[in-house]
């Protein structure tokens, strides 16, 4: 029996390989699933170094929870700062991981709606316990639950109105939270006034550290975050412009495949940044004055800029549609209006660029005027000619009768309309972009009135006095600079 034993443990997998040789199965099983967990966890630690290389305020909004989980620990660690506040040194601990968020405005939203939120709560919940307390021990049952029943109704239905969802639907969420703990635990424990005293302490204890680092290290503000997108999408929507229309008209390779896609599609970020901009908007009236946005800063404008822009991209993804249509018009009438259409392109783009200078600098255009009014002379240019093609349609009457006249008619008509049903589309919706970047020139108008935007005068004199102070020794040696860098 032994010796059967040894046997038994004795066997091993073996595999037949070609050549007459064999492997241990189970030594290459093993290793071939370690190899492959090994290489799954070196892509995800791959992954996630990437995401904090291309964003480093990531790793520091971690550091910051640490330091902030850290700092409201010591209520466990140091006894007399535990016996203040009691077992409910947790609620402190918990109010950091649930109200710390990245932006400075999603933190202090949160931490206002908590404080909030708990007081009511807590003051209404002693006040039902009090009445209750006293109406008998037949009644309070029947008080507390009636009294939770209507108020965890009216708070739960409160979240439904925009405006409160908007602001203060995390602050209704804690009161009903809040209310039903205390309110149920008063029945049982007879000192609510100091249990609920101690959770509302630690929990301002807990708000308030989270607001501190927030406001302290690194901080990260919505409002600059929204300022930053919005700049950014003027830019996208200018290049998703141009790009379009010299791809259609002028039929430049100069770029590559990926980089006019990047250009053509940069329209869809501003289509698709509506929530993105709601969010950051309603956090950034949270935060107190920072950098160049003083209190009560304008953030309701951008939503009416980005508004206007993705109307404009609205009509850019119109064009790009026609502009892929199958039905193709002759290059003859494309050469005819291409001129016009890049010069209506290019002048839109260019109001958009300086529209994106204007709110990136938060300085005042002094030549937006100018680029509006020719942008507006080139929109006429090409309405005029426009007006011109029914002419093109007209058929000849050089037939013997009058059936024949009008079966020639018809057919002449539907052969030019063909041709020029995608060129003339194209131009309209040129000119409709015109309209439309008008809006987004108005918005920008209204945004510096509203938030004080300071005049680019002193920037340009100091430009225009450091161009004049080069001589034409110096231009023709940074020429000659310039063309041996090149070579």
């Known amino acids: 029996m032994a010796h059967n034993k040894e046997v038994v443990k004795g066997v091993e997998w073996r595999i037949n390989v070609g050549d007459g040789s064999s492997e241990r199965a189970g030594q290459g099983c093993i290793g071939a699933v370690t190899t492959r967990l090994a290489m799954k966890v070196y892509m995800f630690v791959k992954k996630a170094w990437e995401v904090g290389v291309n964003d480093p305020r990531k790793f520091i909004h971690c550091l910051k929870v640490g330091i902030a989980l850290s700092m409201v620990s010591v209520f466990y660690y140091m006894k007399p700062l535990y016996d203040g506040v009691g077992g409910n040194a947790m609620w402190a601990v918990m109010t950091v991981v649930v109200v710390f968020e990245n932006t400075a405005g999603a933190t202090i939203s949160k931490t206002i709606n908590r404080i909030c939120g708990t007081t009511l709560a807590g003051f209404l919940a002693f006040g039902v316990h009090w009445v209750a307390s006293r109406a008998g021990e037949q009644l309070e049952p029947v008080i507390v639950g009636v009294s939770l029943f209507l108020l965890a109704s009216a708070a739960t239905f409160s979240r439904f109105i925009p405006i409160i969802k908007a602001r203060f639907d995390y602050g209704a969420m804690v009161f009903i939270l809040t209310f039903s703990l205390i309110s149920i635990s008063g029945y049982r424990i007879d000192e609510l006034m100091c249990m609920a005293q101690q959770r509302i302490v630690t929990i301002l204890i807990g708000t308030c550290l989270c607001i501190i680092v927030s406001l302290t290290i690194c901080p990260i503000w919505a409002g600059q975050e929204l300022h930053v997108l919005v700049t950014r999408n003027l830019d996208k929507l200018a290049n998703s412009l141009q790009g379009c229309v010299g791809q259609y008209f002028s039929h430049s390779e100069a770029t590559s495949d990926e980089e006019s896609k990047k250009l053509l599609l940069g329209y869809k970020c501003v289509q698709s940044s509506k929530a993105t901009e709601d969010v950051m ?26 508004a206007s822009m993705r109307t404009c991209a609205s009509c850019i993804d119109a064009l790009i549609g026609c502009i892929n249509t199958e039905n193709k018009a002759p290059e003859h009438i494309k050469k005819n209006m291409s001129s016009i259409s890049l010069k209506v392109g290019a002048q839109c783009a260019n109001v958009i660029r300086e529209l994106a200078i204007t709110m990136r600098n938060m300085t005042k255009s002094s030549k937006i005027d100018i680029l509006v009014t020719e942008m507006n002379n080139d929109a006429q240019e090409l309405r005029d000619l426009l007006k011109s093609y029914p002419n093109l349609i007209n058929p000849s009457s050089s037939s013997h009768n009058a059936q024949e006249t009008q079966t020639e008619v ?53 430009q225009h006095t450091m161009d004049n102070k080069i001589s034409p020794e110096e231009e023709k040696d940074e020429g000659a600079i310039n063309k041996l860098q090149i070579v």
Request: net charge positive; hydrophobic share 50%.
């Open 281 to 306: 908007a309603n956090l950034a009236r949270w935060e107190p004055a920072h950098g160049r946005f003083n209190f009560r800063h304008p953030w309701k404008q951008y939503l009416k800029i980005a």
């Open 410 to 462: 018809v057919a002449n008509m539907e052969i030019p309309l063909m041709e020029i049903i995608q060129v003339v589309t194209i131009a309209s919706l040129l000119i409709e972009i015109v309209a439309r970047v008008k809006c987004i020139v108005k918005g920008v108008e209204e945004l510096s009135d509203l938030a004080k935007f300071q005049p680019a005068t002193c920037v340009k004199s100091k």
